[in-house]
């Protein structure tokens, strides 16, 4: 990239141009984060498309299609430790579209009822192998039972960035690379630059590389369709966003409490203050049963997992 000859001058200031156009390792950066138990804040946001629809007349005579689905948005933590995720926690908000349509189905289909109860904010915390979680409209936490630190954070986002083995295979499959111009982050202050990933993994690969997809999925048969994923790291090789897009045509015939619900789906998540301390809590909480249906993965997964 340089000439064989150049001035002294420029000689002089190759060091500080060659630091600063250095390409970050994504693999390094998240194992350096691993190493020291680093964590990070999250936001996150995403839409789901469902099956339901109703022929509906409009004040001008006219006749038209409209569809139920589903829109969240939230914010949460995660902690890391040698080996991924070992706590986090989530703060949901999920609202439904033309919620009528998926009242009229709830009665004979068990998965739209259970969507219907996770309307509004749910919480959900991860840690010590336990997994805890605050239903809509109630006031007591509940103890649903063992689950790994990852659970809390990774039911809604499938492409878990922070596993070592999930990251390696998605940089094997990237497809497309970009790097962005040097900017100041609205939120933190601070002077980055942005490298842009993208790829697509099949639910089944996804399967057999990630633990926490494992985890909520809750069942091999997920089928071959395609996520298409967008992997967002820093300049430090540090994760700062990721997120996945998902069309079920043809649909995947899995066994799930969703199964032929989800037309597609899209969510993701924005990491920020790897830099800063963080600690997760269990909060106070009695033994029971979580909702049902709380998270997108339950498309995937058997009503059978919950316990």
Not at 77 to 94: D, F, P, T, Y
Not at 196 to 214: A, M, N, Q, Y
Not at 232 to 261: E, S, T
Request: proline share 6%; aromatic share 6%.
């Amino acid at each position: 990239m340089h000439p064989l000859i150049v001035a002294l001058t420029l000689v002089t200031a190759a060091p500080a141009t060659l630091h600063a156009a250095a390409e970050p390792d994504p693999m390094a950066g998240l194992r350096a984060l691993l190493a020291r138990g680093a964590g990070a804040t999250t936001e996150f946001h995403g839409q789901v498309s469902t099956d339901l629809s109703k022929e509906v007349v409009l004040s001008n005579g006219r006749r038209t299609f409209i569809g139920s689905g589903m829109g969240l948005r939230g914010t949460g933590r995660v902690k890391l430790g040698r080996a991924g995720v070992i706590a986090s926690e989530h703060v949901r908000q999920l609202s439904v579209s033309n919620k009528e349509l998926m009242e009229e189905a709830a009665p004979d289909d068990p998965y739209f009822a259970g969507v219907l109860r996770t309307v509004g904010t749910l919480r959900t915390v991860s840690v010590g192998g336990r997994q805890y979680q605050l239903a809509p409209g109630s006031k007591t936490w509940v103890r649903t039972g063992r689950a790994s630190g990852a659970a809390a954070a990774y039911g809604d986002q499938l492409v878990n960035v922070l596993e070592p083995a999930t990251l390696r295979t998605l940089l094997s499959l990237k497809s497309r690379k970009s790097v962005g111009p040097w900017t100041t982050d609205r939120t933190t202050g601070r002077r980055q630059r942005i490298h842009t990933l993208t790829g697509t993994i099949t639910l089944k690969e996804l399967h057999r590389v990630s633990p926490s997809f494992r985890e909520a999925a809750g069942t091999a048969a997920v089928g071959t369709a395609e996520v298409t994923w967008t992997y967002m790291y820093d300049d430090r090789g540090w994760p700062y966003r990721v997120g996945w897009r998902f069309y079920a045509h043809p649909r995947p015939a899995v066994p799930g409490l969703g199964h032929d619900r989800i037309l597609r789906g899209h969510l993701a998540t924005q990491y920020r203050g790897w830099d800063k301390p963080m600690t997760i809590t269990a909060p106070r909480a009695r033994p029971g049963r979580g909702l049902p249906v709380d998270d997108l993965a339950d498309v995937l997964s058997a009503p059978g997992r919950r316990r």
